[in-house]
């Protein structure tokens, strides 16, 4: 079946650092891809999102690139704040089996 | 203008009751599904509904039955409640696209903090 495996946390970083959150996959066919934002207290929120190979999805300073030969989709933030302390979800969509997987979540601290 | 909403946001209540979880979807999508995320984070999915139909049932115990009057509806009621069925309940929709235009994205609900004594 289907599967996301996402760097373990908690990650701790400085605000201003550079982030990198790691998200490899297995799917049959070409799933599309996505990373999802979790804010304490609150639901899961698309993030970005990348439907074909080599497609790159952005969202506030957020960037992920598709990349089909290393089955990956890792996030990346050159300078990050405070407020972007959350848990961040890794998911993918299989159109085939028409069916989502999430990842198991990265938790994200941000100090000032 | 919530577009997922559900309704408890948090239950309290004691081994062996019956509840229920309400969630309704003023997006106009398709399907909808029922998650459950542990104290860890982990999300697993439950359920998923299209059009009012069942599609997808992950092995979920059957004191849980969702049912979906409507397309914009989805409960979830769980009967004799267990200490392990504590957790935090995310609804969420998506309008499924075509294989060719791909993507699912899917927005979630609040959240309802279930708790078990």
């Known amino acids: 079946g289907d599967s996301v495996t996402q760097m373990e946390g908690p990650v701790t970083l400085s605000e201003e650092a550079f982030l990198t959150i790691n998200c490899t996959y297995t799917?049959?066919?070409?799933?599309?891809l996505f990373w999802y934002v979790q804010y304490p207290g609150e639901g899961l929120q698309l993030l970005l999102k990348a439907t074909k190979a080599d497609d790159k999805g952005s969202n506030k300073g957020f960037e992920a690139t598709y990349r089909k030969e290393t089955t990956s989709f890792h996030l990346e933030k050159g300078s990050v704040q405070v407020s972007d302390s959350a848990v961040y979800f890794c998911?993918?969509?299989?159109?085939?089996?028409?069916?989502?997987?999430f990842g198991d979540g990265t938790t994200l601290t941000v100090k000032p | 203008d919530t577009a997922v909403s559900q309704t408890p946001k948090y239950l309290v209540t004691q081994m062996g009751n019956d509840k229920s979880i309400k969630c309704e979807q003023n997006l106009g999508h398709d399907t909808m599904y029922w998650y459950k995320q542990d104290s860890k984070k982990f999300l697993k999915i439950m359920f998923s509904y299209n059009n009012k139909e069942l599609i997808i049932n992950e092995t979920v115990p059957n004191r849980f039955s969702p049912k979906s009057p409507d397309k914009a509806h989805l409960n979830l009621h769980i009967n004799s409640l267990e200490l392990g069925d504590s957790a935090v309940y995310f609804c969420a929709s998506s309008q499924v696209s075509t294989p060719r235009a791909g993507g699912d994205e899917q927005y979630f609900g609040p959240g309802t903090r279930l708790t078990v004594t």
């Open positions: 799917a049959t066919g070409y799933p599309s």
């Open positions: 998911a993918l969509f299989n159109t085939n089996a028409g069916k989502s997987t």
